[in-house]
């Protein structure tokens, strides 16, 4: 319960739980909205690209802002800024203004606000729960996340779309005021202590030398970087392969929307056994088990159109990113400087999810060239791969670095009722 974590946590539980819906409906509507403008899958793919380029461009200078402002006030702005851009797009379609090339810069405008969003929510979590319950509090905040971003929010874009474009832009722009108003209740100081006399290049080469001098979270980075790449270039064209008269799957828009309802199921358990898992297996092989369920969710469909096999491969990769993202994120957040935390999830996202949209490109030139089933079981061969990495991340070494981490700097400046 998130009770058991404090009063704070709650808070910060519930507007993390909104905003997540609001992206789930969003990142549903834009592909299913797209392909009423277009059927290129270099179009469509370019979405994507459009979408996730910001964490490429300008993960590094979230970082650094994450670590000189208040993090709950970048919050409240990030969140602020996406209700709004949605909100002209949701204009302009209801005048007929809408279009492909609308869509990409809506895209490319909320992912820039997505990156200081979810760079300064991870790196306040510290700031609200003691270090020795990371793992719970990671694990709960997860399963709030999944349930909304992919198990509620999929669906009811479905849904929405079908209703009309306005009607699913609205809706996410809605959810994100929301998500402000909660957050305004969350009170506390959440800096850093910065100084602000350095500038932000030098805040941001600091952030990049600790990663990159760290070999577990260098390598760890690395690991994300590459199954994220498969993964954008497989999810990019999804849509494709699954909805319409003329796909192998022929879905209609809700039954997409459904069918990716079935990776939220697996996550939402996935992050309420991590902790269980990780205390069974230990931390190393419960990560080399989730590196063989991301295998299995991103080639299946290379094999088969069956949505019920797609379905039940989705729910396993699912419970096992999930259980990866508890058990890493936790061990980054224990063994960061509280001051660098900001800068090092930023260096660490710009490895791990800079290689989106270059996963999202190639998944449509492939496309283009080879067709939709080719793409997903090369994706599954280079997911595969991850397991070298494993050679690197040990539980010696992963134990290792948290005994040698800076002592922590506490929670956050108000008690935790």
């Known amino acids: 319960m998130t009770s058991s974590l404090g009063a704070s946590y709650a ?25 009423r403008f277009t059927d290129s899958p270099t179009l469509i793919a370019g979405l994507t690209f459009a979408f996730t380029l910001p964490w490429l461009l300008f993960a590094l200078t979230a970082g650094a802002l994450a670590d000189r402002f208040d993090r709950r006030k970048l919050m ?31 895209a490319v405008l909320i992912g820039v606000a997505e990156t200081i969003y979810d760079t300064s929510a991870q790196s306040i979590l510290p700031q609200v729960v003691d270090s020795a319950v990371l793992s719970r509090a990671n694990g709960r905040l ?23 474009a306005a009607v699913a832009f609205g809706a996410p722009a809605a959810l994100w005021v929301l998500a402000i108003l909660v957050l305004l209740v969350l ?25 990159w001098s760290n070999r577990l ?15 954008s270039a497989t999810w990019t064209i999804l849509v494709l392969y699954a909805v319409g008269p003329n ?36 931390r190393a092989r419960a990560l080399v088990l989730t590196i063989f369920g991301g295998v299995i969710s991103v080639a299946t469909p290379a094999f088969t159109s069956n949505p019920w096999v797609i379905g039940a491969a989705f729910l396993i990769g699912g419970v096992t990113v999930s259980v990866w993202n508890v058990i890493t994120v936790s061990l980054r957040q224990r063994i960061t400087p509280h001051r660098l935390l900001g800068r090092v999830n930023s260096a660490y996202r710009l490895v791990a999810w800079g290689t989106m949209p270059l996963g999202a490109a190639a998944g449509g030139i492939l496309a283009q060239v080879l067709g939709l089933q080719p793409v997903f079981a090369i994706m599954g061969a280079v997911t595969l791969t ?14 290792e670095a948290e005994r040698s ?13």
């Open 405 to 417: 981490a800076e002592p922590a700097s506490g929670a956050a400046s108000q008690p935790n009722a």
């Open 187 to 211: 009170r506390g100081s959440f800096t850093t202590g910065h100084s602000r006399t350095t500038t932000v290049r030098a805040d941001i080469a600091e952030g990049l030398r600790f990663l």
């Open 76 to 106: 409240l702005v990030a969140n602020t800024a996406r209700a709004g851009f949605l909100a002209i797009l949701t204009v302009a379609t209801v005048f007929g203004a809408g279009s492909i090339w609308a869509l990409y810069i809506a």
């Open 247 to 282: 796909s192998a799957m022929r879905l209609t828009d809700p039954g997409y929307g459904l069918l990716l309802t079935a990776s939220a199921v697996g996550s939402v358990a996935g992050s309420l056994i991590a902790e269980r898992v990780e205390g069974v297996l230990g």
């Open 142 to 164: 997860y399963a709030a996340e999944l349930t909304a971003n992919q198990f509620v929010g999929p669906p009811l874009g479905g849904v929405l779309v079908a209703a009309g």
């Open 217 to 231: 979270l260098r390598a760890l980075a690395i690991m994300v970087g590459v199954f994220n790449l498969a993964g």
């Open 11 to 35: 808070k910060l539980w519930a507007s993390s739980a909104l905003s997540n819906l609001a992206d789930g409906v969003m990142k549903v509507a834009l592909p299913l909205v797209a392909i």
């Open 386 to 399: 991850l397991l070298i990495g494993m050679f690197w991340v040990t539980d010696k070494r992963m134990a």
